[in-house]
């Protein structure tokens, strides 16, 4: 994206020496206060805010560490959630297996709309899957198992391995954030793994990457199924929780959405989609009850922050004398 | 954009407390429509009004408790409606949905009460599946149903020899549930189907869906829509010369407000089916006025059906002394519906109102004698025939 390079300072500000600590207890504190928001907080309100976290946080795994920014990710999100229904109420599967249905569904689409995409670049590559997702939509407004504007509905949350009953709240939302955890987990992993580092030099530069002898179409191919993926993640967890699947998950405004999600919280650090998120989530779920256009307000904040924090929330915070002496990086 | 508006009824200043029997004090019913879409006239800002004068009709309280109106925009979506009722049963202690037009919104939050253990009173939507296959213990339906304007406007048509159908239908349970029937009862007058086309909701530009109807050769093109969508319809019809190529217009679903919203030129002569006409008795009058000074429209069946539906939902938590849900819902199957809207009314087994529907007919704008006065009333249609029998439902409650 264009705030690329600005992050790598001339003002070097060295991590102190135990950054690492800090850092962990910052997680610590965010985990034992996600353990007892329930309590404070309506839980649904809750996971949808973590449904959404880890949806954003696998579209940064592509826009903010390979770069390829994606107008299409509505159809993994929504494709899954539809999956994950269908199998839990028709079929009468476990959530478990479903919500793997879910995945597995997911991963194909993104095999197939990122095999047909990478091959273009930029705006092409965007345009390239915008289409594809429209044709997606299209397909789940016609196909039978959908049911048009009704969309899937009382999707029975069922019992987790047979044993746990996710009809009760608290049950249903540590299960989401068992999932959410995971899911970043496997994001954390993927990222600073060798693979994770080639993503980021094509990202910086593809010739070279090139010319270094690596394949640079499979890599980004790659890289677009493991977001695709957890992006079903997400959405097969979303039908569960809301329990119904519908087409508003497949539109391209949810495409939108998690681009604008993305952006706010900060593109390429590990924070940023989940902070834009529920920002967003917030905001949503608060103007809602109230007289204000939320889609208006919501603009007005995308504007502001693109104005004055071009690398988000996060980013910009990352980017400060205290961001930096905690050791976070500003990757973008 | 989704508003919640709040309205406290009753004078929160009288000091007696709330009896026991009210769970949390006081008895909150929810409005759920579409109050910016193409539903909005049809139901909308209206049927919250309605529901208001229902409430202060009735004193303002019951069983010494006030009650409470709320009210969300659903924007004809399910997923957003099962979000605000959920929030509503959660968090807000409503205790009863009503209204609930668009009928994917209605099944979706009438199985979401159930599970809920909620009362839903349904005037909004049109499927026979909310007390057939999908009913549910805590679920009624008040105004109408596709069944009633199947037999109503498709019977009259039928009568007329419009014997060959082409239907132009909303892509979603209502529309299926209306071409269906509709077709069947055509079929059983001895009629044809010549085939169907399917739109999405809201759509704008009925060009190619107009073409292949007119290509169909039918003579009656049923439009299994309703609100905005068919109001554009026939207005595109009558652009592509459809009607003055002799083949007629079925609006299956049409009140008084969408033929306020095309007007008398484009509207005369259409055969409708309601359950409700302003200007029929003298007490329908009396409420049509005081809800016209209100809200500047005149009431569609929609929304006297919800003035009704709350009317009869304070009067069965009189009856049972209590807002519990099951023993509301028990006393709300056995007591009659006699009020303006409903003369002689009972509910079914199955939850579903039964009571007459009226076959009309739109006023040439020369007929008319004074402001909203649109309708002949040409039959009325009993309630028995109007509606399925609770036996024949398909509804697993009736054995």
Redesign the interface.
């Known amino acids: 994206m264009a705030a690329k390079s600005e992050t790598v300072a001339s003002e070097h500000v060295a991590a102190h020496p135990r950054a690492g600590q800090v850092q962990l207890a910052l997680v610590a504190i965010a985990l034992a206060g996600l353990l007892v928001a329930p309590m404070f907080l ?1 839980p ?1 309100f809750l996971m949808k805010l973590l449904a959404f976290a880890l949806f954003a946080s696998a579209f940064n795994l592509l826009l903010g560490y390979t770069g390829l920014l994606s107008f299409g990710h509505a159809t993994f999100f929504g494709g899954a959630a539809y999956f994950t229904a269908h199998a839990v109420k028709v079929w009468g599967w476990s959530p478990e297996a479903g919500i793997l249905l879910g995945v597995a569904g997911a991963a194909l689409l993104g095999l197939v709309m990122g095999a047909i995409a990478i091959r273009r670049q930029g705006i092409y590559f965007a345009m390239i899957t915008l289409a594809l997702s429209q044709m997606f939509f299209f397909f789940c ?1 016609q196909a039978p198992f959908t ?5 899937i ?2 999707v029975p949350r069922g019992h987790l391995f047979g044993l746990i009953d996710l009809n009760r709240p608290m049950n249903m939302y540590y299960f989401v954030l068992a999932v959410f955890v995971i899911g970043l987990l496997i994001i954390r992993r993927f990222v600073n793994s060798p693979f994770g580092m080639i993503l980021k030099s094509i990202r910086e530069n593809e010739q070279r990457a090139i010319s270094l002898g690596y394949s640079v179409q499979r890599y980004k191919l790659g890289a677009f199924v493991m977001s695709a993926a957890l992006a079903g993640l997400a959405g097969g967890v979303k039908a569960l929780i ?3 699947a ?1 087409l ?2 497949v539109t391209w405004q949810m495409s939108g959405e998690v681009i604008l999600m993305t952006l706010l919280g900060g593109i390429g650090t590990l924070l940023g989609p989940i902070v834009g998120a529920g920002l967003v989530v917030t905001l949503q779920n608060y103007l ?4 204000f ?2 889609t208006i307000i919501t603009g007005l904040v995308f504007m502001v922050c693109v104005l004055l924090f071009r690398r988000g929330l996060v980013g910009e915070f990352f980017a400060t004398k205290i961001g930096r002496k905690m050791g976070f990086r500003s990757e973008s | 954009m989704r508003k919640i508006l709040l309205s406290t009824a009753a004078v929160g200043l009288i000091a007696t407390p709330a009896l026991a029997e009210v769970s949390d004090g006081v008895v909150k019913i929810g409005i759920l429509n579409d109050q910016s879409g193409v539903y909005a006239d049809f139901g909308g800002k209206y049927s919250y009004e309605a529901a208001r004068m229902a409430v202060e009709d009735f004193g303002g309280k019951v069983l010494d408790a006030p009650v409470e109106v709320v009210t969300a925009d659903h924007q004809n979506k399910p997923d957003i409606a099962s979000n605000i009722a959920r929030q509503w049963y959660d968090t807000e202690q409503v205790d009863a949905i009503m209204e609930l037009t668009t009928s994917s919104v209605g099944l979706a939050v009438q199985a979401l009460s159930q599970e809920k253990k909620k009362i839903t009173v349904n005037t909004g939507a049109a499927t026979t599946e909310l007390t057939g296959p999908q009913c549910t213990p805590y679920g009624f339906h008040w105004a109408y149903d596709t069944h009633a304007l199947a037999v109503g406007t498709g019977g009259a048509l039928v009568k007329e020899g419009g014997d060959s159908w082409f239907f132009l239908t909303a892509d979603y349970a209502f529309g299926y549930s209306l071409e269906e029937q509709t077709g069947n009862f055509v079929k059983s007058q001895g009629g044809t189907v010549a085939g169907a086309v399917r739109h999405p909701l809201a759509t704008t530009d009925y060009s190619s869906f107009l073409l292949q109807a007119q290509a169909s050769g039918a003579k009656v093109i049923g439009l299994a829509n309703a609100g905005m969508d068919t109001q554009n319809a026939i207005k595109q019809a009558a652009e592509f010369g459809i009607t003055a190529g002799g083949q007629r217009l079925a609006a299956l679903l049409f009140t008084l407000a969408e033929v306020h919203g095309i007007g008398l030129d484009a509207a005369q002569g259409l055969t409708l089916t309601e359950s409700f006409y302003w200007n029929r008795t003298p007490e329908s009058r009396a409420f049509g006025e005081r809800f016209k000074e209100r809200t500047g429209v005149m009431p569609n069946m929609v929304h006297a059906g919800t003035y009704s539906a709350v009317t009869q939902y304070l009067k069965a938590i009189q009856e049972a002394g209590t807002d519990e849900t099951e023993a509301v819902a028990a006393k709300m199957h056995e007591m009659p519906v006699d009020d303006i809207f409903a003369q002689g009314g009972k509910v079914g087994p199955n939850g579903r109102l039964i009571k007459d529907v009226y076959l009309m007919e739109v006023k040439a704008p020369g007929d008319v004698t004074e402001d909203w006065d649109y309708y002949n009333v040409l039959a009325t249609i009993p309630g028995d025939q109007a509606f399925l029998n609770p036996a024949e439902s398909g509804c697993p409650l009736v054995q």
């Open positions: 309506y649904i407004l049911h048009g504007e009704d969309g509905q009382s809301f329990q119904f519908t508003t998950d809602a009850t109230s007289d256009p939320v």
